[in-house]
């Protein structure tokens, strides 16, 4: 009960400030209850899809069947939409009342497949055969408004692992999958978006430790802008399982690309408002006090940015499920630095765990979380969904400052920071390490000033959070 209304009175605050427009959190609705073999695609694949909340759908699997459950009305129908050999990682998008899925199929000479369905699932196409074969992982695709088809994914050589692109256009696809990673490098896990011919894909590269790298096209894939001499993601030394999400501010003229990624058990979130020829520096999206993984991004033209990820309690296994739960945090402001919600919404941690946690948008105002769970006393495999609804207020679309205007200055500095805040409610502040060990108590700042000392602590980059009665946002400091 505790729980509950912690949630309501949180709720209550999150959508009050409609200045930046109100995000409202439905409750837990299951979906299915399937066999225990039953699994999602967990890394940087998009799960549902569809033109609103009584048209879509949801795609899972098991080892030899595609599952495609349709929402018709309220009600949920599952359809088999493929039966093969070794299924693994699929995935879905949808465009002009076409599913699409992608899937891996195959164990050593495996391939990337993909069907498509006009009749809600009923009847699907034969299928097109996307990739060579050999050993290829981690499918993605997104349909773009113009009708085509893009496709990324990873393939391993004997000396390589490299990230390939292709696109279905007009009934057919490439003649030569397009190479995107750098030659000496181990491309994988790639994410691929696509706005009319503007064709964006992001990846991770190692050897280890692992870098995100990105990539563009403005004429539908055909031709792609040279590798940049670094990767995105040169502040964090590990990162992986990017995903990517685009957004157009008509007032401004300003085009939003937004990159997610994990690393070090963190969810960061980087924004370029020029397609990626440079980056903001990393925000930390998720709870410094968890460890999280498996990052899931969607935004709209209206200023709202979600993201989805897996979390755990720290020193807890990765395989142990049980401990798992689903975060989830948003902007109402195009993302700017350090405006993100704190994660406390969209808990849902029960008895049996909450994994593989997905966040997938339907429409401009209605997004889904979705995750399984898995359910040892009935032995099955449940999926739920949770809606989360945007409702955009007049004046919306248009650039803000940041919701807690306390900033640490200066920023870098040798270890002495000041404070200062001009709100008139409680402030705390809290200062972390990059592992997540707390490094100076928590200290309350009255609306004149207060001054941090950490100059005896060994020199990089601090997390200095910052907490009110109703959200909490947090700065990467760097101490020299």
């Not at 694949?45 to 495609?68: C, E, P, S, V």
């Not at 002009?96 to 164990?107: P, Y």
Request: overall charge negative; charged content about 15%; aromatic content about 12%.
């Amino acid at each position: 009960m505790k729980k509950l209304v912690f949630f309501a009175i949180l709720l209550i605050f999150e959508a009050a400030d409609s200045s930046y427009g109100q995000v409202i959190i439905d409750p837990v609705a299951l979906i299915a209850d399937e066999d225990t073999v039953t699994r999602f695609c967990f890394n940087n694949t998009k799960l549902m899809a569809g033109n609103n909340i009584n048209d879509r759908y949801i795609i899972y699997y098991n080892d030899d069947t595609i599952f495609l459950n349709v929402n018709q009305a309220g009600t949920w129908t599952r359809k088999i939409a493929y039966t093969g050999d070794t299924i693994n990682s699929t995935t879905l998008t949808f465009s002009s009342d076409t599913i699409w899925i992608c899937w891996k199929e195959g164990k050593v000479q495996a391939q990337i497949k993909s069907s498509y369905s006009s009749d809600k699932g009923n009847s699907w196409s034969s299928v097109i055969t996307v990739s060579p074969a050999g050993k290829v992982e981690s499918p993605s695709i997104d349909a773009s408004s113009n009708g085509k088809i893009h496709f990324a994914w990873s393939h391993q050589s004997q000396t390589d692992t490299t990230v390939y692109y292709n696109v279905y256009s007009n009934g057919s696809l490439l003649s030569s999958p397009v190479p995107l990673s750098n030659p000496t490098g181990h491309g994988q896990t790639p994410s691929v978006i696509a706005v009319g011919d503007t064709v964006l894909v992001a990846w991770k590269e190692g050897p280890l430790p692992t870098q995100v790298w990105f990539r563009s096209s403005f004429d539908g894939g055909l031709y792609w802008n040279p590798l940049s001499a670094s990767p995105v993601t040169t502040l964090l030394p590990l990162t992986k399982d990017p995903n990517l999400g685009y957004a157009f501010d008509s007032a401004t003229g300003t085009h939003y690309v937004y990159l997610a990624y994990d690393g070090q058990n963190l969810i960061y979130l980087q924004r370029s408002t020029d397609f990626g020829n440079s980056w903001s520096t990393p925000d930390t999206i998720s709870s410094l006090t968890k460890w999280s993984q498996f990052a899931h991004i969607e935004c709209n033209n209206d200023g709202f940015v979600g993201l989805s990820y897996e979390q755990r309690p720290v020193g807890t296994s990765l395989f142990d499920d049980t401990k798992k739960d689903v975060g989830f945090n948003y902007y109402v402001n195009w993302g700017n630095s350090h405006s993100f919600s704190t994660d406390t919404l969209a808990y849902t941690y029960n008895g049996f765990g909450s994994a593989y946690t997905a966040f997938n948008k339907i429409n401009d105002a209605d997004y889904y979380l979705a995750w399984l769970t898995h359910d040892t006393v009935s032995t099955r495999m449940k999926v739920f969904e949770r809606r989360i609804h945007f409702s955009v207020p007049s004046g919306i679309n248009s650039t803000s400052e940041n919701r807690i205007p306390v900033i640490p200055f200066p920023n870098p500095s040798s270890g002495i920071f000041t404070i200062r805040s001009a709100l008139q409610q409680p402030t705390t502040i809290e200062l972390y390490t990059l592992s997540g060990q707390q490094v100076f108590p928590a200290k309350a700042v009255t609306p004149a000033s207060l001054t941090i000392d950490i100059s005896q602590q060994p020199k990089g980059i601090y997390f200095m959070k910052i907490i009110t009665a109703t959200q909490a946002v947090t700065h990467k400091i760097l101490v020299e």
